[in-house]
Structures are given as C-alpha cells and as structure tokens.
C-alpha cells in the first residue's frame, strides 16, 4: 500500500513564526504536492514537485516555499506564518510522468492553526 | 483555464437508493478522471478511476465517462449512511506530464436510514 506520512496532525504557531510541514512517501514516486483546503474553496494546489529540488508553482504559492532535497520527502515553508494560512494542509504523491494512472495518494493532513 | 465542476449539493438521498454525482470539465485534452471520497476532517482516497469512455463498475460503485459531453458522473447504487462524505472529481490533462490533477470543488452527500 502507498503511504503518504505528514509529521503532524495538529498545530499551532503564532503570527509571524517560521513553519515547517514534512510529507514523506514510501512508493518511490516522482511527482509530490503540497494542497490546502478551507470550506467552500476545495483543494487548492500551494507547489509541486516533479524531482529531487524540481519544484512548480501551484495556484497560490505566496507565502510559501518548498524544499525537495531528497526523492521521499517534500517540505512544506510558511515563511512568517499568518493567521489568513490556517487551513487544513494536505500531502500528496503520485507515480510517473504522462502516464495514464496518474491518481494521487493522500497523506492524512495537517490541520493548521496561527494564532 | 481548466476548471472541473461539479453539483454544489449536498446532496441527500434515502438509504437504499441510487446517488448521482455529476462533475465536467472544461478541456477536451483530458486524459484521466478520478473519483475521491472525503469524510469529514479526513483526507480524500481514491475510490474510481476511469480513462476511456463508457461506464466502469467496482462493487456498488459505477463510474461513467463521456468524452464528447465532457462529462463524469459517480453512481452510488444501494446507498449506506456509510457512504455519506464529500466526493471530489478530478481530472489530468493529456498536457499536463508532471501528474497535475485538476480537482472539482466536491459535492457534499448525506445518505440519511
């Protein structure tokens, strides 16, 4: 089975600390992402990464940075937390690239409080 | 710009019944299409795939595709209040080669005894 590890469930930081959230995956996959999703918004792509320190920009990248220094693990930067970055953060990876099942497999996610 | 959209919901159906998720989707170079179930505070699993037109069934579970229509829908045949959940479509477009998914906004389900 894929499993897709984020190291916390909950946390809290308070305004203007440095974040860091870290996914890891066990199926040797190429592609990881990095999601946020808030009520009535849906999931909303922060930054992927298709390589070791390959990184793309999703649709809301500001105020975030990436770092993939090693093929399993991908690492989500809140550079100074803001209270509009609570959300529930959500890990993802999938294999290969411009192959047909391409689904993406979930870590269990972050939920994400600044105070 | 590629946009997936599904029914707003929530949708509420007796337990027993048959529950219809619709999603479309904007570009016809799509390539992969994808059904994720979300319980509430959980993360999204994958619970269909389909590639290629026509219908696809697992279990209670039937997927159908229609490419010409831009179109995906989700069956839930005999519901159980254990299905009740967000469900989420997403889709790949052919172009899209690092593995991008494209998701809808989900369409929140209450299969009520």
């Known amino acids: 089975d894929v499993k897709v590890t984020q190291s916390s469930r909950y946390l809290v930081k308070r305004t203007g600390e440095k974040v860091f959230l870290e996914c890891v995956q066990d199926m040797d996959h190429e592609n990881m992402f990095w999601y946020r999703q808030d009520p009535g918004l849906g999931l909303r792509l922060i930054y992927f990464s298709y390589d070791v320190k390959m990184k793309e920009k999703g649709d809301i990248p500001e105020g975030y940075s990436v770092s993939r220094e090693k093929k399993e693990r991908f690492s989500l930067i809140l550079e100074s937390a803001s209270t509009n970055q609570t959300s529930m953060y959500l890990c993802?990876?999938?294999?290969?690239?411009?192959?047909?099942?391409?689904?993406?497999?979930f870590g269990q996610g972050t939920r994400l409080t600044v105070v | 710009q590629k946009e997936v959209e599904q029914n707003s919901g929530p949708l509420s159906v007796p337990e027993g019944a048959i529950a219809s998720l619709n999603c479309t989707y904007s570009?016809?170079?799509?390539?992969?299409f994808f059904w994720y179930r979300q319980y509430s505070g959980k993360s999204p699993e994958l619970i269909m795939s389909i590639y290629s037109n026509g219908d696809k069934e697992d279990g209670r579970f039937t997927a159908q595709l229609n490419k010409a229509s831009q179109y995906v829908s989700l069956l839930i045949r005999d519901s159980q209040p254990s299905d009740s959940a967000t469900y989420l479509c997403?889709?790949?477009?052919?172009?899209?080669?690092?593995?991008?998914?494209?998701f809808g906004r989900g369409t929140q389900l209450t299969v009520w005894p």
């Open positions: 993802a990876s999938s294999s290969g690239r411009g192959q047909l099942n391409t689904e993406a497999f």
């Open positions: 997403a889709v790949k477009w052919r172009g899209s080669t690092l593995g991008r998914l494209y």
């Open positions: 570009d016809r170079g799509s390539q992969s």
